[in-house]
């Protein structure tokens, strides 16, 4: 039984790989009749004249190469049938020969040296859907195109010299989506320049548009100036905006995008912006379709806000690298819930998930979002210290967060301090002393209680002493009444001088205490000498001492200085 089972499971096998590898052999063979180069059958003929050129044709897809043959003109030979026409790369200044073609779908046609535009060019191509005439000298956009061509849908008119409004003819280009008018020498855009792409004519802008429009390039134009609003006629179909590659002044570009109020992009591309510094929530007004937003490559940019990244809540793709971005602060990217990639590669920044960095993790996207993907982190300055700890911790415990790195966790690498210089993140174990309490936060939690305490005890201890002082200066008035006299020196054979002590009184309560002036200021020292003679004497004389002398600083009686002011 198991014999017949084993049989019939290897007669399966080989019906599946006998079947494998018809299927493989009919893809090739339909592979090569699609994209082969040689020959043509009679009924394609592919243009050429004997001994100047021969183009290359695919009898497959219709498709006629004629680039890179230094023509002067259009071939007089085309097939009336072909879909795909390359003429790019030639001499071609006059497009005489290009009619009829009523089954032509794209025309190449850049590069070449074709300064004015016939109206009556391109006529008979009811189906072409996408017409490139970049790298030419076009000095305004070709007249009555719309008109002849009515299922175009891609323009590329980049690389021109263009100046000048679209004329109202575009109103009628109801299958436009995407024009590219980079590299031309534009220098202010106001409400007239691309407002008849709306699908009305200039003085029906006032009404309510209906653009078709849904791809605008304007990047490396020569933009000095815009008037704000000037894209709100395709606000309510324009999906995609490239302003990238431009100077002008970051107010200038928020009135141009924020006030034009595009409620339906989903694309904005602000490439080598030099002057933009910062996102901020007149640039990102009616954001809330946007999904990719484009910053790299601004040096000059350095800041995220969080209220301006609240108004783009579908943001999915963050492109900040070469940016002068260091932090950010606040939880701004935590927000974005539905964010799959970040780049932070060839930044400035120190760590990642805040300006002063953190202990512990800020940037929740890794660990909390399952729609979080990519974290581009190549060539980033990364200082290796506590504040990035949490992120070392996660890349060597966690598998799924070391497969969000874009390069893989080993390409981070530390530029400081200058013991981590150069290591590798996951690999410098100098982050492990960061365990335990004495981390960053704890220790600045530390320092902040410490500050504190110091800062009250000496305000404390300036009260206590201002309070004993006021305590003193109290008791020193309510004692300022007069007082019983002191008790007064007894002994035998006591002399008259020493009888006039018992007029001193205690110098606490006397009110001469505290007085300035000269005299009584000279007669103190006297009083002091007198004083000391005094307890002297009455120490070495016999008799009952009941209490010593004390020092009064007031004046002594007249009659007890002689005329020169010293003792009788």
């Not at 004629?66 to 097939?79: E, I, R, V």
């Not at 794209?106 to 072409?128: D, E, R």
């Amino acid at each position: 039984m198991l014999s017949t089972q084993t049989k019939l499971k290897q007669n399966a096998y080989q019906t599946v790989r006998t079947h494998g590898l018809v299927m493989a052999l009919a893809f090739h063979l339909a592979f090569l009749l699609v994209f082969s180069t040689g020959p043509l059958t009679e009924a394609f003929n592919c243009p050429s004249e004997q001994g100047k050129y021969k183009c290359r044709c695919v009898n497959a897809t219709k498709l006629v190469d004629c680039a890179n043959l230094k023509l002067n003109g259009t071939p007089s030979d085309l097939p009336v049938d072909v879909v795909y026409l390359d003429l790019s790369n030639n001499l071609i200044s006059d497009l005489g020969g290009l009619v009829d073609l009523t089954n032509l779908k794209t025309l190449q046609l850049s590069n070449n040296h074709i300064s004015t535009w016939n109206s009556s060019w391109l006529t008979g191509m009811p189906l072409l859907e996408e017409l490139t005439l970049s790298q030419n000298q076009l000095k305004k956009p070709p007249d009555l195109l719309c008109s002849q061509l009515p299922a175009l849908k891609h323009l590329h008119l980049g690389s021109n010299q263009l100046s000048s409004k679209f004329p109202e003819d575009y109103s009628h280009c109801l299958k436009l989506s995407r024009l590219t008018l980079s590299n031309n020498p534009y220098e202010s855009i106001d409400n007239s320049t691309l407002c008849s792409l709306a699908g009305l004519p200039e003085h029906e802008v006032a009404k309510p548009p209906h653009p078709q429009l849904l791809s605008l390039k304007l990047n490396q134009l020569k933009l000095k100036s815009a008037q704000p609003g000037s894209l709100a006629c395709l606000s309510h179909r324009l999906q995609s905006l490239d302003l990238g590659q431009n100077s002008l002044p970051q107010p200038v570009l928020e009135g141009l995008v924020g006030g034009s109020c595009l409620s339906l992009l989903a694309t904005l591309n602000l490439r080598h912006s030099r002057q933009l510094g910062a996102v901020s929530t007149a640039l990102l007004n009616c954001s809330k379709s946007l999904q990719v937003l484009m910053l790299d490559a601004s040096s000059n940019f350095i800041e995220l806000h969080t209220e301006a990244l609240a108004l783009a809540p579908n943001l999915r793709l963050l492109y900040l690298n070469r940016t002068g971005i260091r932090g950010w602060t606040g939880n701004c990217l935590n927000q974005l819930r539905q964010l799959h990639a970040l780049d932070l590669s060839f930044t400035p920044i120190t760590t990642v998930g805040g300006r002063n960095g953190s202990d512990t993790n800020p940037l929740r996207l890794l660990t909390d979002s399952k729609n979080f993907k990519q974290l581009s982190l190549t060539n980033a300055s990364l200082e290796c210290d506590c504040s990035l700890y949490w992120l070392w911790q996660l890349l060597r415990d966690s598998p799924a967060v070391r497969a969000k790195i874009v390069g893989g966790a080993d390409s981070l690498t530390c530029t400081g301090p200058p013991l981590a210089l150069g290591a590798r993140l996951t690999q410098f174990d100098g982050l492990s002393e960061c365990v335990g309490f004495f981390t960053r936060r704890n220790v600045i939690i530390l320092a902040s209680c410490g500050a504190g305490l110091v800062l009250i005890s000496v305000v404390f201890g300036i009260a206590v002493a201002f309070v004993k002082r006021r305590r003193r200066q109290a008791s020193a008035l309510s004692a300022g009444a007069p007082s019983q006299e002191p008790p007064q020196l007894v002994f035998s054979g006591a002399s008259s001088a020493a009888s006039s002590v018992d007029d001193l009184r205690d110098p606490l309560v006397s009110p001469n205490i505290g007085r300035r002036g000269g005299a009584r200021q000279e007669s103190i020292w006297i009083r002091l000498r007198r004083f000391l003679r005094e307890r002297r004497d009455a120490s070495s004389l016999p008799g009952e001492v009941r209490r010593p002398p004390i020092f009064d600083p007031r004046p002594p009686p007249e009659d007890y200085l002689n005329a020169d002011g010293e003792d009788a």
